[in-house]
DNA sequence: GCATTACCCTGAAAGC
DNA sequence: TGCTTTCAGGGTAATG
């Protein structure tokens, strides 16, 4: 599952191979994503250049020239990978698009929750999914300070408060618990419970995780692959995600598991209040 | 207005 | 062994 570290693995692996090159092609399996890609897609992309790759919290944009957008989110169990040569497509390939030097990003979906759009506008502040996002919790922006103020005044649990992608973009599910374990917070917490002190631990705690996952090259659970078809590494460093039963490296305590908005949550009882 | 729940989807794992 | 059921989860729409 693709949260931020993942993303920015893809993206730095694509800064160095796609720029300079023009769509040539487009292909589309005509099965719906999160959305619907429209057939206009094909007609807007074709004969366009890639300028640059950047990221926005789970997201990937392609810069094109002339100034446009290509906005691609991989859900659940999107893949996106640049291939030298035009390759074999993979099961539940929606999207091929071919480029000048003979290369192909091949974009695959099993569960069909990503999303692939194209955006004629000239900043990426106007498109409606970017704009909505929050901070990065790699910028200047996300401090202890912003953090704390966030809290004080939200009444939900804070993994909702961090998983929630208006407030800080880029988490998900694997990476909001083990900062949460780190900082020695118990994941039912209520955000305006936690006082100063616990949030600079959060705010730290955040960074750490993130910064330490983009250096392993993401999480490897199940099947992420970056955009040469490399695993990542850091589901060897993961301290509570997915080890319900196991024990606890801190205390020794026994690894927990609750469900939070139905999603699973995994803690330790004794380190985390 | 805010918080929670249901839903989309398929593959893997569990249950029978 | 083989079939059926359950579960996983990001983001969004619907509901409370």
């Not at 091949?106 to 970017?130: K, M, N, T, W, Y």
């Not at 990542?232 to 024990?247: A, K, N, P, S, Y």
């Amino acid at each position: 599952m693709p949260e931020m570290p993942e993303v920015e693995t893809i993206v730095r692996r694509l800064r160095r191979s796609a720029p300079g090159r023009r769509v040539v092609d487009v292909w589309l399996s005509g099965l719906p994503l999160r959305r619907e890609i429209p057939d206009s897609f094909r007609r807007e992309v074709v004969g366009r250049v890639i300028r640059a790759v950047r990221r926005r919290g789970k997201y990937i944009l392609f810069e094109l020239e002339p100034r446009s957008y290509c906005l691609v989110h991989l859900g659940m169990s999107g893949r996106l990978f640049h291939l030298n040569a035009a390759g074999e497509r993979p099961l539940h390939t929606h999207a091929v698009i071919r480029l000048s030097d003979s290369s192909e990003l091949q974009f695959s979906d099993p569960r069909r929750f990503g999303l692939l759009a194209f955006h004629d506008v000239r900043r990426i502040g106007l498109i409606p999914e970017i704009r909505a996002l929050g901070v990065d919790p790699l910028s200047d922006r996300f401090t202890p300070a912003w953090l704390f103020a966030k809290l004080t005044g939200c009444r939900r649990d804070v993994k909702a408060f961090l998983l929630d992608q208006r407030g800080i973009a880029g988490l998900g599910n694997i990476y909001v618990l083990e900062a949460l374990f780190r900082a020695g917070i118990h994941p039912a917490r209520r955000c305006d419970t936690l006082d100063a002190a616990e949030a600079a631990r959060l705010a730290g705690a955040v960074r750490r995780v993130i910064r330490a996952a983009v250096r392993h090259r993401g999480t490897s659970f199940s099947d992420f692959m970056d955009s040469e078809g490399r695993r990542g590494e850091h589901q060897r460093f993961l301290r509570v995600f997915q080890r319900e039963g196991e024990t606890c490296i801190r205390c020794r305590a026994e690894i927990e598991r609750i469900v939070q908005s139905g999603r699973s949550s995994f803690y330790c009882p004794r380190c985390q209040r």
